[in-house]
């Protein structure tokens, strides 16, 4: 019989179980499976099939009307799954029939609806179709003709190297329309002689491709026969009865969901959607079974093997662990992968005869000549049977060969025991690297075993070790980061079968993506390395990344660059889903280390600093630790996963407290851009430019003291060489600006131009430019570089202010106008009021209302803020007393508030005819002192157009 422990619709998908006993597997995250081209399918002959009634034990069963119509809409509904068995008193008198109706309520579901496909294996199944039918409203369309129905040998494991003989009967129903009901039913009989007459079974209440209605599974055996069954009892209705001898077992399911999948929860959460059956009495059983099934292990070994076995002991010495280990290589590399699981062959190996004079076989093939090589050797070895899906959670399910889907074999070697996979061809080392880890619980191929086994656990076991070190060669280039990731066990086979598998270049887009999420802008700096490392089972890749722009200035004083301690962050990234209603998978249970070291050319720390983090629950423990030193700094973090599974209940815990490790597996590393010496000259300087100020009386703005402190700042900066190109720049236009503020117009120029040549495409330099030209009163240069400033950053209104002054100066008010009003389509610069006050004057020298032009813009409040009383003091519903006064409320901004409320009130007298009062005004504005304002020197300017006027 079929096994159909995979998920429905997902045949051998994600290690949920197999058609037979094998499944390759490996457990490192970038495992992969050799791929072979799948050959185009071939219709088989007619006689495949047969067309006939259904079997008269069938107990007929119709839709639900009443259920279905309380299901959920979908594109596509089962109104009914109806699974019926039949086994006889004698072995291989089992027949299953199966009766399904499908609705199609959607165009989406018309193709999923519309195709009829049936697995059997014809070496011990034959199938028979009844009925299919396409209903639609009350009227029967037949559809029923066996021309229509194709027989395939498909195939489909062969891109993992087994042909299981495995047919497919496929219909493609024409004419099918929304609102159809497509009904069909179909018997298989035979059963697997493998299982030696005994029922074994899996089946599915829920299914991929829509919700379901009704669900039955119906088991009708003798009495006497004792089936034992499982049904998840929240989701099934159980009942049973016996009739004349026979014992007849119903489960039913209504109203269940359409199947989804969920690639981080464990496959034993969808257990509770199946329904197992089982013949054996308990694992004692099943081993006892195992045991006949494996006997060829346990054999006289053949001439051949015999001849094998001495030839790698002769090799190997007396030595029983270089016996076991060469023999182990042997199976593994000489021997290649394929499997031929036809029939009885999908649970009984090849004879080790057989296998050996192929040089291939699958898991069980291997297992069992691994076990008979070593026994002719004198060795002791057993196959074991587990479940590369269900690990220790087989357990919960039913004693039956179905729990199994892959054969390893127990190695007992003086005080040690050995649990070692054939199927392992990328594997090398050591004995102890070499342990099948992580797969919970077996069950020995022995008579004498009555119970599973539990297996290695690698808790213990060192998975992933990285050390990244970002190097300076100097502080003021961009940084090179040598990232070195060494895999250990399972996690460098995986590693090695993605390098045999896939093209280099796409191998290194896959670990260098996991950099660059970490390090914005990375590039990678020459191909990936690969490494083995000899004497162990471990594998070493080096990258080599450039990172420009890699530092960052902080809020000007420090420079920052981003890290993260790669393996540990991505095994610990959780899935974006909160809250989880299932389980999920955590990672491979072992020990993941990675470390970022620091090298500077120089001392760029004060002190040293060593800063330990340890924190832990039942599913991991994080250990961090910081250390600084003055040339230089390491963070490594050392991750114990203890458990591979998280509960549902517990993922909100889980999550919050991720959020606790985060900051300690990735953040930034901080460089202050000054060094001792010039962090000391600097305050002594500081201090002492102000006790001169104070002696000598000069009054300063606090504007200004601010600026003339972060020029000396900026200076040193530049001169401590700490800084990369475009960092350079951006220190640069932070200098002008304060040169600017200083009244340095002509230094603040050649700033901003040496920031620009450094790096052309700074918008801030663009900008700090355009308001130093229009100081200067070179107003095209200004509108030029606006005009720049604002192609880089069009959302930055800054230098739209500047080309709007810029034009107003030189006589393009219309222009001006323009850039005013578009600067008040926002709404808070509409609140600022500055380009108001400019909007009423361009609209002044255009001859216009300025009053009209501004009343949209203008503030409703009682007390509104400043520079609201100069737009009022402009447009006639202020007071120049009220102004001033408003001008003199906040005793520290006051000057700057006079300077500005004269400077507006000289443009308004300007444009009133009135020269002497602008004069005047414009002499007050010069007179607060504060030259940071640009109303200062505007001001400035419009009294020299007026001297030079008389």
């Given amino acids: 019989m079929r096994d159909k422990t995979t998920m429905p619709g997902r045949r051998l998908t994600h290690a949920l179980g197999a058609t037979g006993m094998c499944l390759l597997l490996f457990t490192g995250s970038a495992a992969v499976l050799a791929a072979t081209p799948k050959p185009k399918p071939a219709a088989a002959p007619a006689e495949a099939f047969g067309v006939g009634a259904a079997p008269a034990w069938a107990q007929p069963v119709a839709p639900d009307a009443a259920l279905s119509a309380a299901m959920p809409k979908a594109p ?196 509770v959607d199946t329904v197992q059956a089982s013949e054996f009495a308990d694992w004692n059983d099943v081993a006892r079974w195992a045991a006949r099934v494996f006997a060829p292990a346990n054999a006289a070994p053949s001439a ?49 005869d057989t296998v050996l004079k192929q040089r291939f076989g699958d898991c069980k093939d291997k297992a069992t000549l691994l076990a008979a090589l070593l026994k002719a050797q004198g060795l002791s070895a ?94 003021s280039e961009d940084p090179v980061l040598d990232a070195e990731l060494t895999y250990h066990g399972d996690q460098a086979e995986g590693i090695r079968y993605l390098l045999a598998q896939q093209p280099a270049a796409e191998v290194e887009k896959q670990f ?27 594998l070493r890749l080096r990258l080599h990344f450039k990172l420009p722009g890699y530092l960052r200035l902080s809020d000007g004083k420090t420079l920052v660059g981003d890290f993260g301690l790669v393996s540990l962050v991505q095994l610990l990234r959780l899935p974006d889903q909160v809250p989880r209603k299932q389980p999920m998978m955590l990672g491979s249970v072992g020990i993941y280390r990675h470390a ?45 996963l203890l458990d591979d599974r998280l509960e549902a209940a517990d993922w909100l815990a889980h999550r919050d407290q991720l959020v606790k490790l985060w900051p300690k597996m990735q953040g930034s590393v901080s460089v202050p851009t000054v060094n001792a010496r010039q962090a000391a000259a600097l305050s002594d300087r500081a201090t002492a430019s102000d006790q001169q100020a104070r002696a000598s009386g000069r009054t300063r703005t606090k504007a ?46 050649r700033t901003f131009d040496t920031a620009l040549k450094l790096d052309p495409r700074n918008s801030e330099a663009h900008a700090g430019m355009s308001v130093n030209a229009l100081l200067r009163r070179e107003d095209a240069l200004a509108v030029d570089h606006a005009s720049q400033a604002l192609q880089l950053s069009p959302n930055d209104n800054g230098p739209r202010y500047t080309r709007a002054y810029a034009r107003y100066y030189a006589g393009e008010a219309g222009p001006a106008r323009d850039e005013l009003l578009e600067i008040l389509k926002n709404r808070s610069d509409a609140e600022k009021g500055y380009a108001t006050l400019w909007l009423h004057l361009t609209t002044r020298r255009l001859g216009g209302d300025g009053t009209a032009a501004i009343k949209p813009y203008q503030s409703t409040e009682a007390k509104p803020a400043w520079p609201q009383p100069v737009v009022q003091l402009l447009s006639g519903t202020g007071t120049l007393e009220q102004a001033l006064a408003a001008a003199k409320a906040d005793k520290e901004e006051a000057d700057g508030r006079l300077c500005e409320l004269y400077f507006f009130l000289g443009q308004q007298q300007l444009l009133d005819g009135r020269a002497e009062a602008a004069r005047d005004s414009f002499q007050k504005a010069v007179n607060t002192g504060v030259v940071e304002f640009t109303e200062y020197a505007l001001a400035q300017r419009e009294l020299q157009k007026l001297t030079t006027a008389r």
Avoid: C
């Fill in 76 to 271: 596509l509904q089962f109104l009914l799954i109806d699974l019926q068995t039949r086994t006889g008193a004698t072995a291989g008198d089992e027949t299953q029939y199966r009766h399904v109706v499908r609705q199609v309520n959607d165009a989406a579901g018309l193709q999923a609806g519309a195709q009829i496909q049936i697995e059997f294996d014809p070496s011990y199944q034959t199938l028979v179709l009844h009925r299919l039918e396409v209903w639609r409203g009350n009227s029967r369309i037949d559809k029923l003709d066996r021309r229509k129905v194709q027989v395939l040998q498909r195939e489909s494991q062969l891109e993992r190297q087994m042909v299981d003989g495995r047919r497919t009967a496929s219909v493609v129903l024409e004419d099918v329309r929304v609102g159809d009901r497509i009904e069909y039913a179909y018997s298989l009989r035979g059963a697997n002689p493998v299982f030696e007459g005994r029922f074994v079974d899996t089946d599915w209440s829920v299914d991929p491709k829509g919700p379901t209605a009704l669900f039955r599974y119906r088991l009708l055996a003798p009495e006497a026969r004792s089936i034992h069954l499982r049904a998840d009892p929240s989701r099934h209705e159980v009942t049973s009865q016996v009739n004349a001898g026979w014992r007849e077992t119903v489960v039913r399911r209504t109203g269940s969901p359409q199947f989804q999948y969920d690639a981080y929860a464990p496959p034993s959460v969808y257990q």
């Fill in 304 to 352: 051949a093997v015999q001849a094998q076995a001495d030839a790698l002991r002769q090799a190997a010495g007396e030595d029983p662990a270089e016996r076991l280990r060469r023999t182990l290589d042997f199976v593994q590399a000489e021997v290649r992968y394929f499997g031929t699981e036809i029939g009885a062959n999908t649970h009984r190996p090849a004879e080790p």
């Fill in 382 to 475: 057993t196959p074991v049977l587990v479940s590369t899906g269900f690990r220790s959670d087989v357990a919960g399910m039913l004693p039956s060969p179905l729990a199994f889907n892959h054969v390893i074999a127990r190695v007992q070697l003086a005080d040690q025991t050995w649990w070692l996979d054939g199927t392992r061809a990328q594997q090398t080392g050591p004995l102890p690297e070499r342990q099948s880890i992580g797969l919970g619980r077996g069950l020995l191929a022995d008579a004498a075993t009555s119970e599973l086994s539990v297996l290695p656990d690698g808790r213990q076991t060192l998975r992933v070790s990285g050390e990244d070190r970002i190097v300076f060669r100097s502080m």
């Fill in 512 to 538: 260098a993506a996991e950099y660059v999420r970490h390090y914005t802008g990375a590039e990678l700096d020459g191909p990936m390395q690969s490494e083995e490392i000899q004497g162990h089972n471990a």
């Fill in 596 to 640: 970022v070291e620091f090298k500077f050319p120089e001392e760029v720390f004060s002190r040293e600093s060593r800063q330990p983090f340890d924190l832990a629950d039942r599913h991991l423990e994080l250990h961090t630790l910081s250390e600084g030193r003055r040339d230089g700094a390491r963070i490594s973090g050392e991750l114990r």
């Fill in 704 to 749: 200004q003291i601010s600026a003339q402190v972060q020029m000396w700042l900026a200076q040193a900066r530049l001169d401590s060489n700490r800084l990369p190109p475009k960092l350079r720049a951006q220190v640069l236009v932070d200098l002008g600006v304060q040169q600017d503020h200083l009244g340095l117009l002509n230094e603040a120029a």
